[in-house]
């Protein structure tokens, strides 16, 4: 049978896991607006009696541990590569519509204001007027293809410039998850959870900039190919 002070004892070891779990609750209010935050769970377990006549000796934490799915991680990072290829890919066909023109107000009328000259003039060849229209009409058309042509060769030089750009910010982005997976495998496993969020907010955005695969290990660390 257990005495007072091993009632007190439990008493205090519970009022301790429930004042760590308000605790908790705190944190992931605090943060549910924080990028790349995982919500944490308490976990509890009783504390084994010592005599056979003793009920238990309350309650301990084990740890705090932070809610995350795997299987939802890796799927949300195959869409974000998806989404972030296609908005690159609008991005450029955008620039290239916008050369091309709305139809019957771009290339196209341009090119049929041409072929109907043509056909002006092969109704009256010996119109000087049908002729101007003709020559007039094939420079109109050619400086249409002119811009085109330069607005092609702009997007290809943006995109070579923004390909230079991610390639630096990828090299960065996997410097800092090493130097992450580095802390998560000295860490104490107090500041875990909070590197684990960390390093979750840069493989979301590296996984924007390239196709990327990530295996994370049973010690922590993750691979990322």
Known sequence: MSGLFESLTSASNALDAQRMGLDVVGQNLANANTPGYSRRTLILAE???TDPRNA???VEVVRVQA???RFVEDRLRRE???GAFTDAEVQSLSSLQAGIGLPGAGLDA???AFFDAFSSLA???TSPIARDVVVAQGKGLARTFDDLINRISGGRR???NSIRGAVDEINSLAS?????NNRISSSNGADVESLRDQRGVLLTRLSQLAGVTVTERVDGPADVS
């Open 47 to 49: 504390l084994s009696p």
């Open 67 to 69: 809610q995350r799915d």
């Open 110 to 112: 341009k090119l049929t």
């Open 56 to 58: 238990g000796r309350g």
């Open 158 to 160: 943006d995109a070579d």
């Open 80 to 82: 974000q590569q998806a």
């Open 123 to 125: 109704s009256d060849v």
């Open 176 to 180: 800092q998850v090493a130097a992450l």
